[in-house]
């Protein structure tokens, strides 16, 4: 027998759901009106998201999508226990965002060498080193850092990685200062058995409460990878109403799992969450009608072939 599929499952009894739709999901389809993500930001607020990736402050050049995320802050209406955060690569993003008035930032790390390579010409070790100021300046400001790890099941450019690989830079993350550590399969390869294998590596140095998981669907395994990241006791789920997003590194790619369709296999589990479905997936009709296309929510879709049957 399999030892990584011998530990009894360990579910949690309520899930914080990450929503980041307005950023990871927006920046990688084109663009919408600065209205059209306030009333995305204001909704999913609404719908009882307490964490939302409201912007990205990187350069336009490179992200050009994201170019008005300080407008976006400025814009929304806030929700009193509602944390409104924003990635921020470097110390003059990270300026940028604390200006802007977001309650929480984000950096982001890979797990493989040559996805770090070509994306950020840099290392791993130099990517992490570049980090620290970052996470120094938002410590003596009172803002919490979290942490993403890219390609922790697969690399576009190197195929598999190594769970040993994906602990080491969690850790790392970590012992930085930051608060959660993200686990991001940023090309959507992974089974449950890849998650699972990573998961118990990164588990041997990361307390499970300071874990979230963040899958892509493009080969239609989130819903059961998130199954799997459920029964080892993790509690953070990352995911963009109406499944918004891509990947540029894969063709095809579907983008992140749909945040309806985790509310409703929570929902199914008796997990706890928070979140109103209904008016969650107004929300993803409406980003999906700004940006000319079909919500790639399964459950979305279901839901307003409902609505309008009835």
Same mark, same amino acid.
């Given at each position: 027998?399999?030892?990584?599929?011998?530990?009894?499952?360990?579910?949690?009894?309520?899930?914080?759901?990450?929503?980041?739709?307005?950023?990871?999901?927006?920046?990688?389809?084109?663009?919408?009106?600065?209205?059209?993500?306030?009333?995305?930001?204001?909704?999913?607020?609404?719908?009882?998201?307490?964490?939302?990736?409201?912007?990205?402050?990187?350069?336009?050049?490179?992200?050009?999508?994201?170019?008005?995320?300080?407008?976006?802050?400025?814009?929304?209406?806030?929700?009193?226990?509602?944390?409104?955060?924003?990635?921020?690569?470097?110390?003059?993003?990270?300026?940028?965002?604390?200006?802007?008035?977001?309650?929480?930032?984000?950096?982001?790390?890979?797990?493989?060498?040559?996805?770090?390579?070509?994306?950020?010409?840099?290392?791993?070790?130099?990517?992490?080193?570049?980090?620290?100021?970052?996470?120094?300046?938002?410590?003596?400001?009172?803002?919490?850092?979290?942490?993403? /790890?890219?390609?922790?099941? #697969?690399?576009?450019?190197?195929?598999? !990685? @190594?769970?040993?690989?994906? *602990? +080491?830079?969690?850790? $790392?993350?970590?012992?930085?200062?930051?608060?959660?550590?993200?686990?991001?399969?940023?090309?959507?390869?992974?089974?449950?058995?890849?998650?699972?294998?990573?998961?118990?590596?990164?588990?041997?140095?990361?307390?499970?409460?300071?874990?979230?998981?963040?899958?892509?669907?493009?080969?239609?395994?989130?819903?059961?990878?998130?199954?799997?990241?459920?029964?080892?006791?993790?509690?953070?789920?990352?995911?963009?109403?109406?499944?918004?997003?891509?990947?540029?590194?894969?063709?095809?790619?579907?983008?992140?799992?749909?945040?309806?369709?985790? /509310?409703?296999?929570?929902? #199914?589990?008796?997990?706890?969450?928070? !979140? @109103?479905?209904?008016?969650? *997936? +107004?929300?993803?009709? $409406?980003?999906?009608?700004?940006?000319?296309?079909?919500?790639?929510?399964?459950?979305?879709?279901?839901?307003?072939?409902?609505?309008?049957?009835?």
């Amino acid at each position: 027998m399999n030892p990584s599929n011998s530990i009894a499952p360990t579910f949690p009894t309520a899930v914080r759901i990450v929503e980041v739709g307005p950023r990871d999901g927006l920046q990688n389809e084109v663009a919408v009106s600065l209205e059209a993500k306030i009333a995305l930001v204001n909704t999913l607020a609404a719908a009882g998201l307490t964490t939302i990736e409201t912007g990205s402050f990187v350069s336009p050049k490179w992200v050009p999508q994201m170019a008005d995320s300080a407008a976006v802050f400025a814009g929304v209406s806030r929700k009193a226990g509602v944390t409104y955060t924003a990635l921020t690569p470097n110390l003059q993003g990270y300026q940028a965002a604390k200006t802007a008035g977001a309650d929480e930032v984000a950096i982001f790390g890979a797990a493989s060498e040559a996805f770090s390579q070509k994306n950020i010409n840099c290392s791993i070790a130099e990517s992490l080193a570049r980090f620290e100021p970052v996470v120094a300046a938002a410590k003596a400001d009172g803002l919490r850092v979290r942490g993403y /790890v890219s390609c922790v099941v #697969g690399c576009p450019y190197q195929g598999d !990685v @190594a769970p040993s690989e994906v *602990a +080491r830079v969690a850790k $790392a993350l970590l012992e930085m200062g930051c608060y959660e550590i993200s686990l991001g399969d940023t090309i959507g390869v992974g089974t449950p058995a890849k998650v699972l294998a990573m998961l118990d590596a990164v588990l041997e140095v990361v307390p499970v409460n300071k874990i979230a998981v963040h899958f892509h669907d493009t080969y239609g395994q989130a819903l059961t990878n998130i199954y799997a990241a459920l029964s080892r006791g993790v509690a953070v789920i990352d995911s963009a109403v109406a499944g918004l997003g891509g990947c540029p590194y894969a063709a095809g790619a579907s983008g992140n799992v749909a945040t309806e369709d985790v /509310v409703y296999l929570l929902d #199914g589990l008796g997990i706890k969450h928070g !979140v @109103a479905l209904n008016t969650l *997936a +107004r929300a993803g009709w $409406a980003i999906a009608e700004a940006l000319g296309k079909a919500p790639s929510s399964k459950v979305g879709l279901a839901l307003k072939a409902k609505c309008q049957q009835n």
